[in-house]
């Protein structure tokens, strides 16, 4: 009975395919992009690393861009691509990264043992904060090598396999470097490190990257900044943006700031003895405050402060600068200060080339201290900021800038 189900199931796949219009899957590549929004650096980019999913896990991680569905339930069609991707593949399990730009629906596929593995929470969020960021700004190729990454560390994390990881540089959108939107597990077919087979290649079982602040906090950081600063120490703390939506861990290391009663040269040179173990669990060491300084400069650095004391996580000692609210006068005019300057940047061309989403997001961070001014609270998400600043959505930087500007 098996063997005819099998055939019975081969055969509907075939039949609905042809009746109703399924993407046939590419003969050479794991992504069906339509309106071709994805560079082609980042479509060989994404397919080498499915190839290597797919050798060592059996999971193919396969992405649909599509332009319109028509009056298809676009839940159900891209389910039902992925059970024919799948078939087709003859693979156990299967990811399918499905995207249509006209009913504006992103949204993850997982069948076989992908299903098994993978928790639907945890994707829901990754498409959240992966996804709707980069294409907001209609980076669509970013958005889907982020979270192609993302979904790489989720299956081998979830199958228990040991593996080196290590940022690499990996095509943007507009055709530079970064570092990389994820963690490299095909570079040579080698940086996969199963087991055995990890240790045959020198690779270091152990090593994996602080992917979380969760596990930052359960590592053994903490203490290493106790033992390193002992009493000098006052707070050791993840900050800023590191801990808004749209952050990405496998492109990014967790910035540690630090506020410590003497830091002096002297003293910030002891934490530099671990800089290769930082490297290594996915950590940079950021600023190292002083009760002195922080009062010296509250005035000057009032959208620094502001951020830190709202969005913050302490990873020993006090949190930092608790209750602490910014002079509104004096938050606006280095506000307004800093707008000014990137709209100089931007009219007579930054000496450094930067995109179009990297001025996005430095003003956004700034636009938060203006929502402070004028609501009194600390914004919770980037939509709520958004929505005070509507300008901000459109294409054009300086314009938005300008009308900023024009309303204070």
């Given at each position: 009975?098996?063997?005819?189900?099998?055939?019975?199931?081969?055969?509907?796949?075939?039949?609905?395919?042809?009746?109703?219009?399924?993407?046939?899957?590419?003969?050479?590549?794991?992504?069906?992009?339509?309106?071709?929004?994805?560079?082609?650096?980042?479509?060989?980019?994404?397919?080498?690393?499915?190839?290597?999913?797919?050798?060592?896990?059996?999971?193919?991680?396969?992405?649909?861009?599509?332009?319109?569905?028509?009056?298809?339930?676009?839940?159900?069609?891209?389910?039902?691509?992925?059970d024919k991707w799948q078939a087709d593949a003859g693979v156990?399990?299967?990811?399918?990264?499905?995207?249509?730009?006209?009913?504006r629906r992103k949204l993850v596929v997982t069948k076989g043992?992908?299903?098994?593995?993978?928790?639907?929470?945890?994707?829901?969020?990754?498409?959240?904060?992966?996804?709707?960021?980069?294409?907001?700004?209609?980076?669509?190729?970013?958005?889907?090598?982020?979270?192609?990454?993302?979904?790489?560390?989720?299956?081998?994390?979830?199958?228990?396999?040991?593996?080196?990881?290590?940022?690499?540089?990996?095509?943007?959108?507009?055709?530079?470097?970064?570092?990389?939107?994820?963690?490299?597990?095909?570079?040579?077919?080698?940086?996969?490190?199963?087991?055995?087979?990890?240790?045959?290649?020198?690779?270091?079982?152990?090593?994996?990257?602080?992917?979380?602040?969760?596990?930052?906090?359960?590592?053994?950081?903490?203490?290493?900044?106790?033992?390193?600063?002992?009493?000098?120490?006052?707070?050791?703390?993840?900050?800023?943006?590191?801990?808004?939506?749209?952050?990405?861990?496998?492109?990014?290391?967790?910035?540690?700031?630090?506020?410590?009663?003497?830091?002096?040269?002297?003293?910030?040179?002891?934490?530099?003895?671990?800089?290769?173990?930082?490297?290594?669990?996915?950590?940079?060491?950021?600023?190292?405050?002083?009760?002195?300084?922080?009062?010296?400069?509250?005035?000057?650095?009032?959208?620094?402060?502001?951020?830190?004391?709202?969005?913050?996580?302490?990873?020993?000692?006090?949190?930092?600068?608790?209750?602490?609210?910014?002079?509104?006068?004096?938050?606006?005019?280095?506000?307004?200060?800093?707008?000014?300057?990137?709209?100089?940047?931007?009219?007579?061309?930054?000496?450094?080339?930067?995109?179009?989403?990297?001025?996005?997001?430095?003003?956004?961070?700034?636009?938060?201290?203006?929502?402070?001014?004028?609501?009194?609270?600390?914004?919770?998400?980037?939509?709520?900021?958004?929505?005070?600043?509507?300008?901000?959505?459109?294409?054009?930087?300086?314009?938005?800038?300008?009308?900023?500007?024009?309303?204070?």
């Amino acid at each position: 009975m098996i063997p005819h189900a099998k055939i019975l199931s081969a055969f509907f796949l075939v039949f609905y395919s042809a009746t109703f219009g399924l993407p046939t899957r590419p003969e050479k590549s794991h992504v069906y992009d339509e309106n071709r929004l994805v560079s082609a650096q980042q479509l060989e980019f994404f397919d080498r690393l499915s190839d290597e999913v797919a050798k060592e896990t059996g999971i193919s991680i396969d992405a649909v861009l599509l332009d319109d569905t028509g009056e298809r339930d676009v839940a159900q069609y891209a389910s039902d691509i992925a059970d024919k991707w799948q078939a087709d593949a003859g693979v156990k399990g299967e990811v399918l990264i499905f995207v249509v730009q006209k009913q504006r629906r992103k949204l993850v596929v997982t069948k076989g043992t992908a299903s098994e593995i993978l928790d639907r929470v945890s994707i829901r969020k990754a498409e959240q904060d992966l996804l709707v960021p980069s294409f907001r700004m209609e980076h669509y190729g970013d958005g889907i090598l982020s979270l192609a990454g993302w979904l790489t560390f989720a299956i081998s994390d979830s199958t228990g396999k040991k593996f080196d990881i290590d940022m690499q540089e990996q095509p943007s959108e507009e055709g530079l470097t970064i570092r990389g939107w994820i963690f490299i597990a095909a570079v040579f077919g080698l940086l996969i490190a199963f087991g055995s087979k990890g240790r045959r290649f020198g690779f270091f079982d152990n090593m994996k990257k602080l992917l979380s602040v969760r596990e930052v906090e359960n590592s053994q950081w903490p203490k290493i900044f106790e033992d390193t600063f002992g009493d000098n120490l006052i707070s050791a703390f993840i900050s800023g943006k590191c801990l808004t939506e749209g952050f990405d861990a496998l492109a990014k290391p967790w910035t540690v700031n630090f506020i410590l009663k003497d830091n002096s040269s002297e003293e910030v040179a002891k934490i530099h003895v671990h800089d290769k173990r930082a490297r290594r669990d996915n950590i940079e060491f950021g600023h190292f405050y002083s009760p002195a300084e922080i009062v010296r400069t509250l005035d000057t650095n009032a959208l620094e402060y502001l951020h830190i004391a709202n969005r913050n996580a302490p990873l020993c000692g006090i949190k930092p600068l608790d209750g602490f609210e910014p002079r509104k006068d004096a938050l606006k005019s280095e506000c307004e200060h800093k707008l000014r300057n990137i709209l100089e940047q931007l009219q007579k061309g930054p000496a450094k080339k930067v995109s179009q989403k990297e001025t996005f997001e430095e003003i956004l961070f700034i636009l938060y201290g203006m929502s402070f001014i004028q609501t009194g609270t600390y914004p919770e998400t980037h939509q709520q900021v958004l929505d005070l600043f509507p300008s901000l959505s459109g294409k054009d930087p300086a314009d938005a800038i300008k009308t900023i500007l024009n309303a204070f």
